[in-house]
């Protein structure tokens, strides 16, 4: 029982001070993604699916998912915990108490208070509602090609550059 109650809070606290959370719906052949999200009653509540918000790929309501918590500090893995996934209705009161909640952390929103009508037209607001179940943490390394990306490496800067940008400077 003790066990139990250490779990969840490190679940819980872990979770309220991660900014994001690697996210991979179960069973989908996707790769975790990482999420903003809010930690509300409980469990994580996020938004997206919708145009300029962020993609929830393999995220069903009644599915499992696996989240995975970060350090804050050091960004290493704390803990990964198996959740349920639970699809708010608009309009319910779980999903005005829930994106309440996501309002105040939504960042850089085009439409600011308008921003909970577009939620309810065009995205879907989850709740992952851990299980009580936590991963055990790996051996080796997890790490991951990166995605295919149309973004380049940066090439060298050309020689002129640095003439022109601190020509109106004098050494000392």
């Known amino acids: 029982m003790t066990d139990e109650l250490l779990d969840q809070a490190l679940v819980e606290e872990a979770t309220k001070k991660s900014a994001l959370v690697w996210v991979r719906g179960g069973g989908a052949p996707v790769p975790d993604r990482a999420l903003w999200h809010v930690w509300f009653e409980g ?30 500090d050091k960004g290493g893995r704390l803990v990964s915990w198996a959740a349920k996934v639970v699809e708010l209705a608009p309009g319910s009161p779980e999903w005005d108490a829930a994106v309440a909640e996501l309002k105040g952390k939504r960042l850089n929103a085009p439409d600011g208070e308008a921003m909970p009508e577009r939620w309810a037209r065009e995205c879907r607001v989850l709740r992952l509602e851990p299980t009580g179940e936590l991963a055990a943490l790996p051996d080796g ?7 295919p990306t149309s973004a380049t490496t940066r090439e060298p800067i050309p020689a002129g550059v640095h003439r022109l940008l601190f020509r109106g400077r004098k050494r000392r």
């Not at 390394?141 to 995605?147: E, F």
Request: glycine share 16%; net charge negative; proline share 11%.
């Open 43 to 72: 469990a994580v509540c996020l938004v997206g699916d919708g145009p300029g918000e962020q993609p929830l790929p393999g995220l069903v309501d009644g599915g499992e998912a696996m989240v995975t918590v970060r350090s804050k």
């Open 141 to 147: 390394s997890l790490a991951a090609s990166p995605r």
